[in-house]
């Protein structure tokens, strides 16, 4: 018996168009039903069902039950961070595309979620704010803060365990947005703050008039991707 890694099993769990689509709509970060996935995949709940099996039998997501339903979501961030990658790898000519139309597609460039952090055209351009300021350093795969008012004023406290950021290759932009901690904490605070709102029904992310003064404020980020 060899000792390699069953590349096999997560092959055969991704290699099908409505499990990535599945897969794909809870990389939103957030648990969502079998009826809401098996909309979102344009199959019916029993069809979704036994793909949703496939994909917890192969460890990409997890099931909990709320009261009567049951949710799923991604089994946690090191398989987000490899699905991300992953999309990295993949054709991309569709985003050109998108990016000519407007609506949910286009939204979903600008701004979304990438698990539990910011990721899309802002994400990158929150990042690379940063770095140009001089309040993140690059250092391989992480990312070390530097003392500034800018994190008190995006709501993070640079607190916890290290690395508090990393940097996470984002598949649309094919650039890196921020990842861990301080990338957790950027999103939970736009949102809170009311500089970005979710809409139930699509993943991208909407950049309130008060963010995009906020980010230009902050960050000297002009916010015209909307």
């Known amino acids: 018996m060899t000792l390699t890694p069953r590349l096999d099993i997560l092959g055969s769990a991704l290699a099908d168009t409505s499990r990535a689509r599945m897969l794909c709509e809870l990389m939103d970060g957030r648990a969502f039903t079998n009826k809401e996935l098996a909309g979102a995949a344009g199959i019916t709940p029993q069809t979704a069902s036994a793909h949703l099996r496939k994909l917890e039998e192969a460890g ?25 990658t992953l999309a990295t790898l993949a054709p991309c000519d569709h985003l050109y595309r998108a990016q000519q139309r407007k609506g949910a597609r286009a939204q979903m460039l600008a701004a979304r979620s990438c698990y539990d952090h910011l990721a899309g055209k802002l994400g990158v351009m929150i990042a690379e704010a940063l770095e140009a300021n001089g309040d993140l350093i690059r250092d391989d795969d992480r990312f070390l803060p530097q003392p500034s008012q800018r994190w008190a004023q995006l709501g993070v406290r640079l607190t916890g365990r290290a690395p508090l950021a990393r940097p996470c290759l984002d598949w649309t932009e094919r650039k890196s947005h921020i990842a861990g901690p301080i990338g957790r904490q950027i999103l939970t605070q736009a949102l809170e703050r009311d500089w970005l709102q979710r809409k139930r029904a699509e993943r991208g992310l909407t950049v309130t008039r008060a963010g995009a003064e906020t980010f230009q404020q902050i960050l000297g980020i002009s916010w015209n991707a909307a």
């Not at 990409?60 to 991300?84: F, T």
């Open 60 to 84: 990409l997501i997890a099931a909990e039950r709320s009261g009567r339903c049951l949710y799923h979501r991604i089994a946690g961030a090191q398989v987000a961070e490899a699905l991300e």
